[in-house]
């Protein structure tokens, strides 16, 4: 958890039936995919409501992101019965040692990891699991990640650091690119590249022998911005189109204001028209988001 987190009043977070509604005008613009963040979202009390309802929508495609630290096999199986298909769990060490200090949780490393086999168990595939890699902090486990992909046969996403993190520490000098990445690991393994889908934010490789894979998501050194096709909305309502801009704006006073559908849509419509063509990570007046990836859902 960051260390100065502050906790959303209650009366400001959307209930069920707004994110459901909400969804549902997602879905008359043509959206299809529907991923569940946080914060941690399996803290929410309403989880299992949310599933089943979204469940049976006809999503093409419903994901959950998490740290790990609660899920239990039962969960992991209710949930895939209630429609849920993947899940993504972020982890950005290998070592019990140095977790506590890169993560902020207690959460050991052995309980995040039965979480992952639960998962994989429980058919919520492909299991993907997140490490942001940061230069003289964890860059030294990149091929120890590769390892784990193929022993625990999930998809691992090898993250450039963003300017996203809690303590504001980023600075291009601490970013690992991709193709460093990829070279480390093709110093132990043999892999070959997949083609991607146009809107992918990964480019994904698959090992010559063995299950897994591997993906490079080159958010700073290979933007995709041009491809994005994402929209974040927060607990709160309030909806931002780039993640690494600080625009945005709250549909939560249309919602308890008696809009109309068409009202909504219009507002999905026009906040979707003022994504930017780049992030601007590359120029020296880049001005870092104010909120962290915690706040806007990752």
Known sequence: MDPDVKYIP??????LDEYIRVIKIAMSLGINKLRITGGEPTLYPRLDDLLEQVGKLGLKDIALTTNGSIIRSQWASRWKSLGLNRVTVSLDTLNSQRKDAITRSHTSLTTVIKAIDALRDAELAPVKVNAVIMR?????????????????EVDMRLIEFMPLDAGKRWEKRHVVSANNMLEMIKEKHNVIREEDSKTSTSMNYRFEEGNGRIGFIASVTQAFCGACDRMRMMADGTVRPCLFSDEEWSVRA???????????????????????????????DFQRPEKTMSRIGG
């Open 254 to 284: 249309l919602l308890r204001g008696n809009a109309s559908d068409d009202d909504l849509r219009q507002f999905f419509v026009n906040a979707m028209w003022q994504k930017s063509i780049g992030h601007g990570m590359d120029r020296d």
């Open 10 to 15: 209650k009366m400001q977070l959307l209930s």
């Open 136 to 152: 003289g902090v964890n860059d030294d486990e990149v091929v120890d990640f590769a390892d784990f992909a193929k022993e625990h």
